[in-house]
């Protein structure tokens, strides 16, 4: 017996970028009655035959030009890149985000929902879009957990951030305690990289969104992220300066 390599879920995510039944079927390394009748199990709506290259607009050159917006929507993506570069999707249970991210992009792609785990999907099929956030952004396939802090405009950093966590926190309602976790650890992640770069911890607190109290905080509590705050150097952080530290800022 061949064993199948696609979930049901990867396998209609496939269907709805434009992917021939016959070619997922060749990657699932099953037979294309079974992809029917997988696509039919979850009621996925079918395409008109000879109808899978179908075009629908977007703005492809939308990630070209630096906006608050524009800088949300690249958190967003970089947040739950695709393992693979065939399309760009955005995926979110709660799909008022999606229709924002729709309208922003003038696209008139279809907003899909998976039944079975109740998210709804944005997929794109744009090769000048692809290409602009692999070469312009740094957006490699799969990436997202070891994606390097991109070159942002320092006015629109904030925007980035805030777009990160909310792509990246879509399922913390379902693993709220492990996805919680994994939230802190980027954004410690996205603080110390600002910091490594700009020394100044005013500015890598308001790249991330957080107040100088949650800095402390992290002091206090993590000690693998003071010891990385150390090697910085710009401050020893020894018992008595971080008294110091905050004897001012409550005064």
């Not at 939308?62 to 890149?81: E, P, V």
Request: charged fraction near 25%; hydrophobic fraction near 35%.
């Amino acid at each position: 017996m061949r064993k199948r390599t696609l979930t049901d879920e990867e396998i209609i995510k496939k269907y709805l970028s434009g992917e021939r039944t016959v070619s997922i079927a060749e990657k699932a390394n099953v037979s294309v009655r079974l992809i029917n009748q997988i696509l039919s199990k979850h009621k996925v709506e079918r395409s008109p035959k000879g109808s899978w290259r179908r075009e629908y607009k977007v703005n492809e050159q939308y990630f070209r030009t630096w906006s608050n917006n524009m800088a949300y929507i690249l958190g967003f993506f970089a947040a739950d890149i695709p393992k693979e570069t065939q399309s760009i999707s955005f995926s979110q249970k709660d799909i008022s985000i999606l229709e924002q991210i729709k309208y922003e992009l003038g696209s008139s792609h279809p907003i899909r929902k998976n039944e079975k785990t109740g998210v709804h999907l944005l997929i794109i099929n744009s090769k000048i879009m692809r290409t602009d956030l692999m070469e312009l952004h740094g957006m490699q396939p799969n990436k997202s957990l070891t994606l390097n802090f991109p070159d942002v405009p320092s006015p629109f950093v904030h925007h980035f951030v805030r777009g990160y966590f909310d792509g990246g926190c879509k399922q913390i309602s379902d693993r709220k305690h492990t996805n919680t976790k994994k939230a802190v650890a980027k954004r410690k992640s996205l603080f110390m990289e600002r910091f490594r770069s700009t020394n100044n911890i005013d500015e890598a607190c308001e790249t991330v969104g957080i107040q100088l109290n949650n800095y402390r905080r992290w002091l206090k509590e993590d000690q693998n992220f003071r010891v990385s705050v150390e090697r910085v150097g710009e401050y020893p952080l020894n018992t008595l300066h971080i008294f110091n530290f905050c004897l001012v800022n409550i005064i």
